[in-house]
Protein backbone atom coordinates (compact mmCIF):
# COMPACT_ATOMS: atom_id res chain seq x y z
CA UNK A 1 0.00 0.00 0.00
CA UNK A 2 1.30 3.03 -0.79
CA UNK A 3 1.55 6.20 1.14
CA UNK A 4 -0.98 7.92 -0.57
CA UNK A 5 -3.34 5.25 -0.45
CA UNK A 6 -2.34 4.90 3.89
CA UNK A 7 -3.13 8.42 4.06
CA UNK A 8 -6.19 8.36 2.00
CA UNK A 9 -7.49 5.47 4.35
CA UNK A 10 -6.46 7.20 7.30
CA UNK A 11 -8.02 10.45 6.46
CA UNK A 12 -11.47 9.10 4.93
CA UNK A 13 -11.31 5.18 6.55
CA UNK A 14 -13.83 6.82 9.43
CA UNK A 15 -15.92 8.65 7.67
CA UNK A 16 -16.33 5.91 5.23
CA UNK A 17 -16.89 3.10 7.52
CA UNK A 18 -20.20 5.08 9.28
CA UNK A 19 -21.75 6.59 5.99
CA UNK A 20 -21.40 2.75 3.85
CA UNK A 21 -23.17 1.02 6.04
CA UNK A 22 -26.35 2.55 6.18
CA UNK A 23 -26.09 3.41 2.71
CA UNK A 24 -25.49 -0.17 1.37
CA UNK A 25 -28.51 -1.23 4.43
CA UNK A 26 -31.18 1.25 3.81
CA UNK A 27 -30.09 3.03 0.41
CA UNK A 28 -32.08 6.72 -0.38
CA UNK A 29 -34.06 5.54 2.68
CA UNK A 30 -31.08 6.63 5.09
CA UNK A 31 -30.90 10.36 4.11
CA UNK A 32 -34.65 11.78 4.22
CA UNK A 33 -33.72 14.85 5.00
CA UNK A 34 -31.27 15.36 3.01
CA UNK A 35 -34.02 14.58 0.03
CA UNK A 36 -36.29 16.87 1.29
CA UNK A 37 -33.62 19.66 1.47
CA UNK A 38 -32.68 18.61 -2.20
CA UNK A 39 -36.32 18.56 -3.45
CA UNK A 40 -37.23 22.08 -1.57
CA UNK A 41 -34.41 23.76 -3.10
CA UNK A 42 -35.86 22.55 -6.19
CA UNK A 43 -38.71 23.67 -5.78
CA UNK A 44 -37.87 27.11 -4.20
CA UNK A 45 -35.23 27.65 -7.36
CA UNK A 46 -38.61 27.02 -9.81
CA UNK A 47 -41.07 28.90 -8.03
CA UNK A 48 -38.36 32.21 -7.35
CA UNK A 49 -37.63 32.19 -11.42
CA UNK A 50 -41.51 32.44 -12.29
CA UNK A 51 -43.02 36.06 -12.74
CA UNK A 52 -45.94 34.52 -10.46
CA UNK A 53 -43.63 33.14 -7.56
CA UNK A 54 -40.53 35.49 -7.06
CA UNK A 55 -42.35 37.41 -4.62
CA UNK A 56 -43.52 34.96 -2.77
CA UNK A 57 -40.16 33.68 -2.04
CA UNK A 58 -38.56 36.69 -1.50
CA UNK A 59 -41.14 37.65 1.12
CA UNK A 60 -40.84 33.78 2.94
CA UNK A 61 -37.10 33.40 2.20
CA UNK A 62 -35.01 36.08 1.30
CA UNK A 63 -32.93 37.79 4.59
CA UNK A 64 -31.28 40.97 3.65
CA UNK A 65 -29.25 42.94 7.07
CA UNK A 66 -31.22 45.82 6.41
CA UNK A 67 -34.50 43.73 7.37
CA UNK A 68 -35.70 43.99 11.32
CA UNK A 69 -33.94 41.36 12.95
CA UNK A 70 -37.25 39.78 14.07
CA UNK A 71 -38.61 39.56 10.39
CA UNK A 72 -35.08 38.22 9.18
CA UNK A 73 -35.09 35.51 12.12
CA UNK A 74 -38.56 34.27 10.87
CA UNK A 75 -37.26 33.84 7.41
CA UNK A 76 -33.51 32.51 7.85
CA UNK A 77 -34.88 29.02 8.47
CA UNK A 78 -35.91 28.37 4.76
CA UNK A 79 -33.13 30.81 3.70
CA UNK A 80 -31.30 28.02 4.21
CA UNK A 81 -33.00 26.55 1.04
CA UNK A 82 -33.52 29.11 -1.22
CA UNK A 83 -30.26 29.24 -3.47
CA UNK A 84 -29.03 32.46 -5.54
CA UNK A 85 -31.95 32.93 -8.58
CA UNK A 86 -28.96 33.66 -11.24
CA UNK A 87 -26.66 30.56 -10.45
CA UNK A 88 -26.91 27.22 -11.58
CA UNK A 89 -28.61 25.41 -9.31
CA UNK A 90 -27.62 22.13 -9.94
CA UNK A 91 -24.19 22.49 -8.36
CA UNK A 92 -25.88 23.42 -5.39
CA UNK A 93 -28.46 20.37 -5.32
CA UNK A 94 -25.40 17.97 -5.52
CA UNK A 95 -23.63 19.93 -2.75
CA UNK A 96 -26.83 19.54 -0.47
CA UNK A 97 -27.41 15.56 -1.35
CA UNK A 98 -23.93 14.66 -0.55
CA UNK A 99 -22.91 16.63 2.20
CA UNK A 100 -26.38 17.14 4.01
CA UNK A 101 -26.64 13.44 3.27
CA UNK A 102 -23.13 12.59 4.78
CA UNK A 103 -24.12 14.75 7.88
CA UNK A 104 -27.74 13.33 8.15
CA UNK A 105 -25.38 9.73 8.65
CA UNK A 106 -23.39 11.01 10.72
CA UNK A 107 -24.88 12.81 12.95
CA UNK A 108 -28.69 11.88 13.06
CA UNK A 109 -31.44 14.41 10.99
CA UNK A 110 -31.71 16.82 13.43
CA UNK A 111 -28.29 17.53 14.47
CA UNK A 112 -27.65 17.76 11.51
CA UNK A 113 -30.34 20.39 10.50
CA UNK A 114 -30.19 21.87 13.49
CA UNK A 115 -26.26 22.74 12.80
CA UNK A 116 -26.84 23.58 9.12
CA UNK A 117 -29.10 26.49 11.07
CA UNK A 118 -26.59 27.44 13.20
CA UNK A 119 -24.26 27.90 10.40
CA UNK A 120 -26.92 29.91 8.50
CA UNK A 121 -27.69 32.22 11.17
CA UNK A 122 -24.00 33.09 11.94
CA UNK A 123 -23.83 34.59 8.31
CA UNK A 124 -26.74 36.65 9.15
CA UNK A 125 -25.84 37.93 12.50
CA UNK A 126 -22.26 38.57 11.06
CA UNK A 127 -23.68 40.61 8.37
CA UNK A 128 -25.58 42.83 10.41
CA UNK A 129 -21.81 43.40 12.71
CA UNK A 130 -19.76 44.04 9.44
CA UNK A 131 -22.21 46.76 8.62
CA UNK A 132 -22.25 48.01 11.75
CA UNK A 133 -18.69 48.07 11.99
CA UNK A 134 -18.61 49.59 8.55
CA UNK A 135 -15.51 49.38 5.99
CA UNK A 136 -12.63 50.84 7.80
CA UNK A 137 -12.94 47.53 10.01
CA UNK A 138 -10.48 44.46 9.30
CA UNK A 139 -14.52 42.53 9.59
CA UNK A 140 -16.75 45.02 7.89
CA UNK A 141 -18.82 45.68 5.29
CA UNK A 142 -20.08 48.47 3.36
CA UNK A 143 -23.37 49.97 3.98
CA UNK A 144 -24.61 48.68 0.51
CA UNK A 145 -24.40 45.12 1.88
CA UNK A 146 -27.52 45.52 3.75
CA UNK A 147 -29.61 45.01 0.36
CA UNK A 148 -27.98 42.25 -0.98
CA UNK A 149 -29.73 38.85 -0.30
CA UNK A 150 -27.63 36.81 2.42
CA UNK A 151 -26.02 33.00 1.35
CA UNK A 152 -28.40 30.49 0.70
CA UNK A 153 -28.00 26.70 1.23
CA UNK A 154 -23.77 27.21 0.81
CA UNK A 155 -23.15 28.30 4.29
CA UNK A 156 -24.68 25.32 5.25
CA UNK A 157 -23.10 23.28 3.50
CA UNK A 158 -19.73 24.58 4.27
CA UNK A 159 -20.82 24.57 8.26
CA UNK A 160 -21.82 20.88 7.62
CA UNK A 161 -18.86 20.02 6.11
CA UNK A 162 -16.02 21.20 8.25
CA UNK A 163 -17.80 19.76 11.28
CA UNK A 164 -18.53 16.48 9.67
CA UNK A 165 -14.77 16.21 8.81
CA UNK A 166 -13.80 17.46 12.22
CA UNK A 167 -15.64 14.81 13.86
CA UNK A 168 -14.53 11.84 11.90
CA UNK A 169 -10.75 12.89 12.06
CA UNK A 170 -10.76 13.94 8.80
CA UNK A 171 -8.32 17.35 9.42
CA UNK A 172 -6.91 17.33 6.37
CA UNK A 173 -10.41 17.52 4.71
CA UNK A 174 -11.78 20.14 7.14
CA UNK A 175 -8.63 22.27 6.31
CA UNK A 176 -8.70 22.48 2.77
CA UNK A 177 -12.44 23.39 2.83
CA UNK A 178 -11.20 26.45 5.38
CA UNK A 179 -8.73 27.32 2.91
CA UNK A 180 -11.06 27.26 0.12
CA UNK A 181 -13.17 29.86 2.16
CA UNK A 182 -10.54 31.60 2.76
CA UNK A 183 -8.84 32.07 -0.59
CA UNK A 184 -12.41 32.51 -2.35
CA UNK A 185 -12.83 36.13 -0.16
CA UNK A 186 -9.20 36.94 -0.91
CA UNK A 187 -10.09 36.58 -4.97
CA UNK A 188 -13.56 37.57 -4.30
CA UNK A 189 -14.45 39.96 -1.68
CA UNK A 190 -18.31 39.37 -1.34
CA UNK A 191 -20.94 38.89 1.46
CA UNK A 192 -21.57 35.72 0.59
CA UNK A 193 -17.43 34.41 0.76
CA UNK A 194 -17.54 36.29 4.21
CA UNK A 195 -21.01 35.16 5.52
CA UNK A 196 -18.75 31.32 4.87
CA UNK A 197 -16.54 32.16 7.05
CA UNK A 198 -18.48 33.48 9.93
CA UNK A 199 -20.44 29.92 9.18
CA UNK A 200 -16.93 28.13 9.91
CA UNK A 201 -16.02 30.18 12.52
CA UNK A 202 -19.03 29.61 14.19
CA UNK A 203 -18.92 25.85 13.86
CA UNK A 204 -15.38 25.83 14.92
CA UNK A 205 -16.64 27.09 18.11
CA UNK A 206 -18.95 24.31 18.57
CA UNK A 207 -16.12 21.79 17.89
CA UNK A 208 -13.94 23.26 20.22
CA UNK A 209 -16.95 23.06 23.07
CA UNK A 210 -17.58 19.28 21.85
CA UNK A 211 -14.01 18.71 22.37
CA UNK A 212 -13.52 20.80 25.60
CA UNK A 213 -16.92 18.80 26.88
CA UNK A 214 -15.33 15.14 25.95
CA UNK A 215 -11.97 15.72 27.98
CA UNK A 216 -13.58 17.09 30.82
CA UNK A 217 -15.59 13.71 30.97
CA UNK A 218 -13.06 11.64 30.32
CA UNK A 219 -10.79 13.91 32.60
CA UNK A 220 -13.65 12.45 35.65
CA UNK A 221 -13.99 9.47 34.56
CA UNK A 222 -10.50 8.99 34.69
CA UNK A 223 -10.48 6.92 31.21
CA UNK A 224 -7.85 7.64 28.24
CA UNK A 225 -8.92 10.73 26.28
CA UNK A 226 -10.96 9.72 23.54
CA UNK A 227 -10.87 11.58 20.09
CA UNK A 228 -14.11 12.25 18.14
Given at each position: MTWIARWARAEWGPLYATVRGPLLRRRWRAVPMAIGAVCLTAALQFTQNQPW??????????????????LALLRTPLSLFVPAPDLPVWGALAQILVVFGIAEICLGWWRALALAYAATLAGTLYARLGIWLGPDSPIGLPASDARVVDTGPSAAVVGLAVFVAWRCRAY?????????????????????????LAAIAAVLVLCGIRGLRHRRAD???????IRS
Open positions: GHGFVQDVGAVRAEDPLWATAGVVIVAMVVEVLLKDNLAGKEHNASGLPP
